[in-house]
């Protein structure tokens, strides 16, 4: 299983790329598959089973409660008026204890740090249980110590779980140290792929 970074200058098509493979925005052009078959033919339903996403720029009007939240990510495993079974429960709990907020589960998100919110979104998308998990600058809003701990949950979901792991990144320490593939974007195109030593070079980065 991959663990993909999409590192790259502003502006280059990072987040649209990992929109685009994750079925938020439609391709103009070419096909998009997943397990060879077209994004666009798979149901939101099963789609949600597939892939989970955690945007950067996530929104809450509500003031929903943690657990709630992160309980939304069962969703796409539940029927039209279906409850919560013990195991979606369970499964919740563990994404909870996982990410270190088991201590707010019932803390409106309204009152959370912007930091505990983006532990929030990774809670509900470990919930989720996707093959496949992609994230847009988790890092973002974290202290060292709570970025070091979010990528070793990563490493450990990929690892461990056979998680596919995509991420958009600035963080070039962080791809270097966690990463084992990095994709190189400049103006849209793809620059260069391989090991992050492989494209984390000084040629290679001064290039962009």
Do not use: W
């Amino acid at each position: 299983k991959s663990f993909l970074a999409l590192i790259g200058p502003n502006g280059s098509g990072k987040t649209t790329l990992l929109q685009l493979m994750s079925g938020l925005l439609q391709a103009k052009s070419g096909q998009i598959r997943l397990q060879d078959r077209p994004l666009n033919t798979l149901r939101r339903r099963e789609l949600a089973r597939q892939i989970a996403v955690i945007a950067s720029d996530q929104y809450f009007a509500f003031p929903f409660p943690v657990a709630e939240i992160v309980a939304m990510g069962r969703f796409p495993y539940l029927g039209r008026l279906q409850k919560l079974t013990d195991r979606d429960l369970q499964i919740v709990e563990e994404a909870l204890q996982r990410t270190e907020i088991g201590h707010l589960k019932d803390r409106p998100i309204s009152q959370l740090s912007s930091g505990e919110r983006q532990r929030v979104l990774l809670a509900r998308a470990i919930a989720q249980s996707p093959a496949i998990l992609m994230l847009d600058e988790p890092n973002t809003h974290l202290d060292i110590h709570h970025q070091i701990g979010v990528f070793r949950l990563l490493q450990h979901l990929n690892q461990e779980h056979s998680m596919t792991v995509v991420v958009v990144l600035h963080d070039l320490t962080a791809a270097s140290a966690f990463c084992r593939t990095v994709a190189l974007l400049s103006e849209g195109k793809l620059v260069k792929t391989g090991t992050p030593q492989e494209v984390i070079t000084t040629e290679t980065i001064r290039s962009v």
